[in-house]
């Protein structure tokens, strides 16, 4: 006889995260708010887990850190006894800020850049047309051309043909180059505010947006205060701020430079600041000005605006601060550029620049 054979239901163990995969988050995002100090990191958390008891009995700060060097996250000088962080731990960083900021993202085949104009692209849009000689198979619609022939040729004497087929419109793709900007001076941690740490992330964030989904982009990363620096993504982690002013205008030079050298014709400038420019480098000196805007600072700030505006590199800025007077210069380098301006808490800086990304997908500059 045959049937079946009912029982109580005994639910599937909960697998949660371990010891170590629960502590490892904590040690990821103290590491980029001590810009990759290992055991500055590690004092922390035993600090953390005397307060809250982070660890257990079964697992401790000890096993933590041994399993940290035995899974490739640091390494160790025998002779010195210095901590580093390893290039895993890097990429894991970049990961995770990825995630936090925005979101896990779905995979897809292929990533690059679409414009406006539909032709013999690589990804479909919701346009329809009739088919032409040289369309492919693959552009064909067939649920819209089989329609179209039982319209045609009704259901009895049911035949194909060319004049019924309907072909998918697709997107050209195009390459776009990126330079992102980050305030490194003083005024970044002023007030008890930690603003650095979140520019770090979102530019971690980016980095790995584009290397994943947008391989045939190009993403520089520069810094700036007195003067400015073009940097590594892999030296994001160990960003720190500095005594600097801010040399807008050293760091608009050297995007300019970066990106006159790219090919395509696609290029942008996202730039993250929280104050107005107050240095430049004459020669060998540098001329400061923190009290106020500075009418020699800003019109060589603003000139290079319009400088970018003719060779069309659009300028996205993103203001990291709401006083009145900074916005008043934000609004006119804008306008002169003909670029963006966002007004972001830290909360929300993510989201805009992965929006303004997105959007500049769709353009061609």
């Avoid at 049937?3 to 697998?15: A, E």
């Avoid at 319009?306 to 800025?317: L, M, R, S």
Wanted: with cysteine; hydrophobic share 35%.
């Amino acid at each position: 006889m045959r049937g079946f054979r009912f029982s109580k239901y005994i639910p599937p163990p909960q697998h949660g995260k371990s010891g170590f995969e629960r502590l490892l988050e904590i040690f990821m995002q103290l590491l980029v708010i001590n810009s990759g100090n290992v055991s500055e990191t590690l004092s922390w958390m035993n600090e953390l887990d005397k307060q809250y008891g982070l660890t257990d009995d079964d697992y401790g700060m000890g096993d933590f850190i041994e399993d940290l060097k035995k899974k490739g996250y640091i390494s160790e000088n025998g002779e010195t006894g210095a901590i580093k962080i390893t290039a895993k731990s890097e990429q894991s960083i970049r990961k995770k800020a990825l995630e936090e900021i925005f979101g896990k993202l779905k995979k897809t085949r292929r990533g690059t850049h679409n414009t406006p104009h539909s032709g013999q692209g690589d990804e479909l849009n919701t346009d329809r047309r009739d088919y032409q000689f040289g369309d492919t198979l693959e552009q064909i619609s067939m649920t819209d051309s089989l329609r179209n022939a039982q319209i045609n040729q009704g259901y009895q004497n049911f035949i194909l043909t060319e004049n019924d087929l309907e072909v998918v419109e697709t997107e050209f793709k195009t390459q776009t180059s990126t330079v992102l900007m980050i305030d490194i001076s003083h005024s970044m941690i002023l007030y008890g505010e930690d603003r650095i740490t979140p520019a770090k992330k979102v530019a971690m964030a980016l980095a790995e947006l584009i290397t994943r989904k947008y391989r045939k982009d190009t993403l520089d990363i520069i810094v700036f205060g007195n003067d400015a620096w073009q940097i590594q993504i892999r030296d994001l982690p160990y960003l720190k701020v500095g005594p600097y002013h801010t040399n807008t205008v050293a760091g608009l030079e050297l995007a300019m430079n970066l990106l006159r050298r790219r090919k395509n014709p696609n290029k942008q400038i996202f730039m993250i600041t929280d104050g107005k420019p107050t240095c430049l480098k004459e020669g060998l000196k540098y001329y400061k000005n923190s009290f106020g805007l500075d009418k020699k600072i800003l019109n060589r700030t603003l000139n290079l605006a319009a400088q970018c505006c003719k060779i069309n590199i659009p300028i996205t800025t993103f203001m990291i601060a709401t006083d009145p007077y900074l916005k008043q210069f934000v609004k006119e380098f804008t306008m002169v550029n003909k670029g963006n301006a966002y007004y972001s808490s830290l909360k929300g800086l993510g989201h805009l620049l992965f929006e303004d990304y997105k959007k500049n997908r769709r353009k061609t500059f």
